[in-house]
């Protein structure tokens, strides 16, 4: 079955970097595709960018020019480099693929706070 586990969430300050993870199974990776999402306390979960099977990106402009989706078919592994961190980025950071249904992966906290 589809699997979604993210990775690499964690607590850092303001300005800092972080690299999330996404390790995708249970279908063709390559050719679907991929997304991250975030959902911040209180608030609905929002779009933060998309990579296509060919590689084509696009990003919220809430993290355009910090953040950078990647993937790695070789692997099927997804990835979203976290520059310039804002404590409104704070949230918990989704993996997202749609088949014949949507697929979430259980999230990893990311907390911005000095």
């Known amino acids: 079955q589809v699997q979604l586990v993210e990775s690499g969430g964690g607590l850092v300050q303001p300005g800092g970097s972080l690299r999330l993870s996404c390790a995708a199974s249970?279908?063709?990776?390559?050719?679907?595709?991929m997304s991250w999402y975030r959902q911040a306390p209180g608030k609905e979960r929002e779009w933060v960018a998309i990579i296509t099977s060919g590689g084509s990106t696009n990003y919220a402009d809430s993290v355009k020019g910090r953040f950078t989706i990647s993937r790695d078919n070789a692997n099927n592994t997804l990835s979203l480099q976290m520059n310039s961190l804002k404590p409104e980025d704070t949230a918990v950071y989704y993996c997202y693929v749609r088949t014949l249904r949507s697929y979430w992966g259980q999230g990893t906290q990311v907390t911005v706070s000095s």
């Open positions: 249970g279908f063709t990776f390559t050719i679907n595709t």
